[in-house]
């Protein structure tokens, strides 16, 4: 699961217990030949660290098990060798003698993270609260996936859209522990950047088989909208079958402006939501009005057709003062609000983020559920 979600190669620990043999297998089968990693894959830059890593990992188990009649598969060998920089070892060779050079290898200085395909894995239904029969194993038969291709920079493009924040996994862990919130619901998104909570929802929506359900996604960045659709539409994603998920571009801004009554009529006649979902959606204090407004009135017009909507808006508080001045905001637009639970931890939703410092934890993220008038 590691390799497929980048988490950092060095926290990746060989399973103990399992004999090298049984690693070296593993490791051919279900990363180098795995169909999926081979369409998407991640960059070549984390392929690099990885292999890299575990190739010192595996001569170490080596030497501690002086297991002189095994080897390191050269199919891992050649795989690492076709993966590094032109000026590294001449590509080609599995011979061990190249082990010490390909394990000296890094990355070149200065060297941009480039974009790359992230595949995070989940369960779906009763089975995530069954019991592992051992701690180092995992079935990965009893997992979905969630795959899309992010930057791994903090801003590309103008804008902060094109990869997945914090916010995002830990709604996405709640609603796949409560997928009843959005199963044969109208759901709206809002800011729903290059699509990874659209995926759950969409996947969690095909899953349940209700005809009533229906997804809205929409950002005000084309670009990212655009992004936005391919992920959802990823053949190895379950969201890809989904028949009702329209993508749009919505400006929150056209909240206060003179053509409103466009944005009604989307809201009201059009997307309907019974659910409004909105993650790490308030990082700027000049976003928070228009956005607070833009839920009040899609609750307002869903009270007044007899729909009683609500908003789960998922926050990582990094700026205190902002995230009180969007609760000061919420009140002050007479919409209701309350904390929902932390989801509980869930195998394959490490977050790990060098750009928010290394390991990210869901206590800095707080989801709310407001609604609109009295509760």
Known sequence: MGYAFLAQPRSIELPSGISFAEINRCLVEHIVLNPHFQLYPPSRQYQRAFWKTMIGRLEELLARQEAEDEEIDPRILDYYLSILPSSGPLSGSSDPSLRGQICDRGLPLGETPAKSFVTRFWEYGPTHNQERSHEDVVDLTRYQTATLEESRTTIEGGTTGLRTWLASHVLARYLIQNPSVVEGKRVLELGSGIGYLGIIVASLQRLAFKDSSSLWLTDVNDSVLSQCRQSIQLPCNISSTHKSVEFRTLDWEDVSRPNVGILKTLLRDEIKPDIILGADIVFD???????????????QLGSESNTQGLALIALT????????YFLDRVREQGLCFEDVPSPEATKGFEFVDAVEGG?????????????????
Do not use: C, K, Y
Request: aromatic share 4%; hydrophobic share 50%; glycine share 2%.
């Open 359 to 375: 390991v990210s934890t869901s206590d800095r993220v707080r989801i709310l559920r407001i609604t609109w008038g009295a509760r």
């Open 317 to 324: 508080i990094r700026n205190p003062e902002t995230f009180q």
């Open 285 to 299: 204090p000049a976003l928070v009005p228009p956005l607070v407004a833009l839920i009040r009135l899609a609750l």
